[in-house]
């Protein structure tokens, strides 16, 4: 998941940064035009430039490169020392010097391709977005592989106002193709997802290995999926498993998650519970930490502003895995699996799930609250995490939603409320829905009495084994005999 998130700052403090930004660009400026040009244009034509350098010519160069200049460029010139190159990252928005000498060194230098490629990281810092994409379409164009990784990530998802998945499935071919491992994770994952042309797994599978074994860690996850799932070829779990365990000590979250899932089965290789509780509680807290950086990056100025772009921002940045992890380390930490029993803990766990969305965990962590279990009982709050897990669309929530609203627990009672949710669950299959469903269409509570509805759902019940269900089923009957 990406770790970075927009700060806030307040605007005393944002004023303070727009001066400090001014001194540093001034002094950096100020820099380029002191110091001899030897080293540097040598780094310059070392880069393959047909022209010499002079101070004259070379001085809204060296400034842009300071200004603007990527420390994870290929093509950065690394004459530039490190602290003048990662002031690129961090000028304010509201600061155009980068963009004044980056415009100025491209109309200069129009052959040196890294420049086109800052002067686009200088539009996006002031969210001149637009400008942004133009400048790293012209960038690809002339062959830098990072601008091309940049088009296609713009244009895959249109945060710059442009979405274009074919163009962007095109940009990231050429990134692979060129050696890029973050373009061919991305050329694959648009070849996995139908993104900007056909599917094609064996292809998709492909890129991802490549990527993989250049490093790149979400292709490593990928990987592992599809070999676990035999995608796009032939299916191999321990080689999943490596793969799953090499994105995991990689840093990613999923991968964690997903290590201790076989870890925890002995699937492609053995068991082991004690290890599926570590990469479970590893997988939690980075997902936790992914989770609350997405929060703020919501209500970042980067947040797409239509509903569409929105959702697909968030479905990128967010992943499933990461609420799923703390929900099943919530009940190995209640079940004392892999390790002590530790209640108060599994109740924290399932908060913070719950609270990411997890409608599983709702309901668990509504459970807890109803029983007292790891802390005090509370059935206001266990009622209404039932009803959010309910809403959610989790049919065990939807079912014990019913049930408080039935017995009036933690709140007014609501019968034609409960008899609403235990249809709901009892048509998702839960059986304890069904039974209770059937009583109160027997007494007719909360609607009418239908006495053959309310044999139906015993039936149904007691043939998934709810042993009540049988015996509320021969009564029924023994009613109905003449």
């Not at 530039?80 to 600061?95: L, M």
């Not at 929530?397 to 669950?425: I, V």
Request: charged share 25%.
């Amino acid at each position: 998941m990406y770790r970075g998130a927009d700060l806030a700052i307040s605007p005393r403090i944002s004023g303070a940064v727009s001066w400090i930004s001014f001194a540093i660009s001034a002094c950096l400026l100020a820099y380029t035009l002191r110091e001899p040009l030897s080293d540097y244009a040598s780094a310059v034509l070392a880069q393959g430039s047909p022209h010499g350098s002079s101070a004259e010519d070379n001085a809204n160069v060296r400034s842009c490169d300071a200004l603007a200049g990527d420390p994870d460029d290929t093509e950065r010139v690394h004459a530039v020392p490190d602290i003048a190159s990662t002031i690129g990252r961090a000028f304010s928005r509201r600061d155009d010097h980068a963009i004044v000498a980056c415009r100025a060194a491209v109309e200069e230098r129009p052959d040196l391709r890294r420049l086109r490629y800052q002067l686009g990281r200088a539009y996006d810092r002031a969210r001149r977005r637009e400008e942004a994409l133009a400048a790293y379409r012209q960038a690809a164009d002339a062959g830098h592989v990072t601008a091309m990784v940049k088009a296609g990530k713009s244009l895959r998802l249109g945060f710059d106002g442009v979405e274009d998945r074919p163009e962007a499935r095109r940009w990231f071919e050429k990134g692979a193709q060129a050696g890029n491992p973050e373009a061919m994770y991305f050329f694959a994952l648009m070849l996995d997802r139908s993104q900007g042309g056909p599917q094609d797994l064996p292809q998709a599978r492909h890129w991802y290995e490549q990527a993989a074994k250049a490093g790149y860690a979400w292709a490593m996850y990928d990987f592992a999926r599809m070999l676990e799932g035999g995608l796009g070829g032939p299916s191999s779990l321990p080689d999943a498993r490596h793969w799953y365990d090499a994105a995991a000590k990689a840093g990613n979250d999923d991968a964690m998650y997903h290590s201790a899932r076989l870890l925890e089965s002995g699937l492609g290789g053995p068991q082991s519970e004690v290890e599926a509780r570590r990469w479970l509680e590893k997988a939690a807290q980075e997902g936790e930490r992914s989770v609350m950086l997405q929060f703020d990056r919501i209500k970042s100025p980067d947040m797409p502003r239509d509903l569409p772009s929105a959702r697909r921002w968030i479905a990128e940045l967010f992943k499933d895995t990461a609420p799923e992890a703390m929900n099943n380390f919530a009940i190995m930490l209640a079940q004392g699996r892999g390790g002590p029993q530790d209640r108060p803990q599994a109740r924290l766990w399932l908060e913070r799930s719950a609270q990411a969305g997890h409608s599983g965990a709702m309901n668990n962590l509504a459970d807890m609250l109803r029983m007292g279990a790891g802390g005090p009982e509370d059935l206001p709050q266990a009622r209404r995490w039932y009803e959010a897990g309910a809403r959610a669309g989790e049919i065990r929530a939807m079912s014990n939603f019913g049930a408080m609203l039935e017995g009036g627990l933690g709140g007014q009672q609501d019968l034609p409320e409960a008899r609403r949710w235990f249809e709901k669950a009892a048509q998702g299959g839960e059986r304890t829905a069904m039974y209770n469903l059937g009583i109160l269409l027997e007494k007719g509570q909360g609607g009418a009495q239908d006495l053959a509805q309310a044999r139906r759902w015993y039936e149904q019940a007691a043939q998934a084994g709810l042993a009540p269900a049988a015996e509320s089923l021969r009564a029924l009957d023994e009613r109905k005999a003449p």
